[in-house]
């Protein structure tokens, strides 16, 4: 507007003057602008991230309000079938993974209603009906039988660390999350009815992504897979076409081969469920002998105790091992391997690269020369190669000396300095 009344004002004085002054005045004017304004920036575009609901917005202000996170879901239901219904349908939906953390029954709320009164009444004087009515007590019916339940996000349930800091934890699901959601009976107009309240926000990514990777979501809870699984295992399928399977037949979820590894271990629990220490013994062992060909195992029984005297075990990579390097063999015990203080009497060989290399195993009640002497045979049933051994070290116990060199007679005796 000043540009343009001092345009009119130069106009009354004459044409020429009119003109040249205008002209002027437009050309400073854009020189003006041109010195003053300021250069546009180039557009870029914004870098992709994860979803995360932070507590602040990059404006300084929040990105969700409290309790947002369940916008969209109804807050009021008539029954606590409809609302665990509606509740898990609308967690798939929005990849959020909420469960109890407490709850409240029916009577236990009751209960705690009318020891209020009775408190009330003791220190008042008045009747039950005034002080109930007074303060609007209302029990609920006990066909509701819970009363409230707490959900909190998986995320923002802490565990007691149980560890020693020994090995470092990769996968640490708590992030202090302090989305929660409060449900309880309440009454209203229309009757009694359940009331929803949501408070917190999340502070962690909420996507499918990350919603696939809880245990929850991948395991599989189909009867008919998990007894297709449990065949597949007694057939001798491995884990990895365990995990292959489930992911193929429960519909995309994603069975990650640790996952597989625990079904497999559960299957094993429920087959030696209710057996004794003998028994289960005797399972593993067969389950060991069974896993690969040329694996062995043996147990020895006393005939008039009943108990297991010598108990030997080797798998085939351990005979290939001894058939390979059979001239120098170190023998030694490791004592109080078990609850019942079993020896562990062990063969070791060297291979190519110099390092010791385990080649029979077998646990012995005592180190007698009886025990020693049936150990020393089975390892000769299982071992053709044994004529070869030229070294045998041991320490200076001089009850498995003299065995080994009944059994070894050719062999030369070392004895070991670190002992």
């Avoid at 870029?44 to 602040?56: D, F, L, Q, V």
């Avoid at 009943?306 to 030997?312: C, F, G, L, P, S």
Wanted: glycine content about 6%; charged content about 30%.
């Amino acid at each position: 507007m000043e540009e343009c009344d001092d345009v009119d004002e130069a106009s009354d004085g004459g044409d020429d003057v009119a003109s040249s002054s205008g002209f002027e005045s437009a050309s400073d004017v854009a020189q003006k602008r041109h010195r003053k304004g300021k250069r546009k920036s180039p557009k870029t575009k914004p870098r992709k991230t994860a979803r995360i609901a932070s507590s602040k917005s990059p404006r300084g202000g929040t990105d969700d309000d409290d309790g947002a996170f369940l916008e969209g879901f109804s807050r009021r239901w008539a029954s606590w079938e409809d609302f665990n219904k509606a509740f898990e349908t609308f967690q798939a939906a929005m990849f959020q993974q909420l469960s109890g953390r407490s709850s409240t029954s029916v009577l236990s709320r009751n209960k705690q209603m009318r020891d209020a009164v009775a408190r009330e009444v003791a220190s008042t004087g008045k009747s039950s009906e005034d002080v109930e009515r007074r303060r609007g007590t209302r029990y609920i019916p006990a066909d509701w039988k819970k009363y409230c339940r707490t959900l909190r996000c998986t995320h923002g349930q802490g565990q007691p660390s149980r560890s020693s800091g020994k090995r470092k934890h990769r996968q640490i699901r708590s992030t202090e999350c302090t989305a929660k959601v409060n449900v309880r009976v309440v009454s209203a107009y229309s009757g009694w009815n359940i009331a929803v309240k949501a408070s917190g926000r999340h502070n962690h990514p909420v996507t499918k992504h990350q919603s696939f990777n809880y245990a929850e979501n991948r395991s599989v809870t189909d009867e008919g897979l998990i007894h297709d699984a449990a065949a597949m295992h007694k057939a001798g399928a491995h884990a990895k076409g365990i995990m292959s399977y489930l992911c193929e037949q429960s519909g995309g979820k994603l069975v990650t081969l640790r996952d597989a590894h625990n079904m497999i271990q559960k299957f094993k629990s429920g087959q030696r469920a209710g057996q004794t220490d003998a028994e289960r013994a005797l399972a593993v062992l067969d389950e060991f002998a069974l896993e690969a060909e040329g694996n062995a195992a043996e147990i020895m029984v006393d005939a008039e105790s009943k108990i297991a005297r010598v108990v030997t075990f080797q798998s085939a990579r351990m005979r290939r091992l001894f058939r390979a390097f059979p001239e120098a063999v170190l023998v030694d015990a490791t004592h109080n391997t078990n609850a019942n203080r079993y020896k562990l009497f062990s063969f070791v060989v060297h291979d190519v690269f110099g390092k010791g290399q385990y080649v029979f195993h077998s646990l012995v009640e005592s180190e007698e020369k009886v025990n020693l002497r049936l150990v020393i045979k089975s390892f000769k049933i299982l071992n053709p190669a044994w004529s070869k051994i030229r070294v045998i070290m041991t320490d200076k116990a001089m009850h498995e000396k003299a065995v080994l060199l009944e059994a070894f007679p050719d062999a030369c005796q070392l004895l070991c300095q670190w002992h």
